[in-house]
């Protein structure tokens, strides 16, 4: 493009007279542009390649680890829940134990009080025959004896 604007101006007869030194300018001209590419542009463009890529590979990189964290986070979650679910488990399976121990425990009671009670009014029942029997002589031999006293003689056949 620096040639055809060289060459056109020298045809067009402007103020610009092409000469040698316009060749030996463009010579040096593509020499540095040739090695600024070499030993500048080139190692430039590489290691600006190198940090992309190795940007591109951390974000990756973070991008999998937060991946693998999500995926141990739910795992650990989902242990977690399934751990408390089994401990909420046990803990029922326990308390119903100990509510049915208890149940059986207060039936249990509950039938030997039951049975006490029973033998308890049997002996009441026994023990209020023996007083009435008690009583019912008592009463008989204080019946004669007032009847004798009163009357001074044995009474015999109107009490049985």
Do not use: C, H, W
């Not at 141990?72 to 401990?87: N, S, W």
């Not at 059986?104 to 023990?127: N, P």
């Amino acid at each position: 493009m620096l040639v055809t604007t060289a060459l056109a101006l020298a045809e067009g007869g402007g103020n610009i007279s092409p000469d040698p030194s316009l060749l030996v300018v463009l010579f040096l001209f593509l020499i540095f542009v040739f090695v600024l590419n070499r030993i500048l542009f080139k190692p430039i463009g590489r290691v600006l390649d190198e940090r992309e890529a190795l940007t591109v590979g951390a974000t990756a990189e973070a991008r999998a680890s937060a991946r693998r964290y999500e995926a141990k986070l739910a795992e650990y979650e989902a242990a977690t829940r399934q751990a408390r679910a089994e401990g909420f488990r046990a803990q029922e399976q326990s308390r119903n134990a100990a509510l049915e121990a208890r149940s059986r425990l207060i039936d249990e009671a509950k039938t030997e009080a039951a049975g006490e009670i029973e033998r308890a009014k049997a002996d009441i029942a026994k023990q209020a025959a023996e007083a009435r029997a008690a009583l019912e002589s008592d009463a008989r031999r204080i019946a004669q004896s007032i009847s004798r006293t009163v009357l001074g003689r044995t009474v015999g056949g109107g009490i049985d």
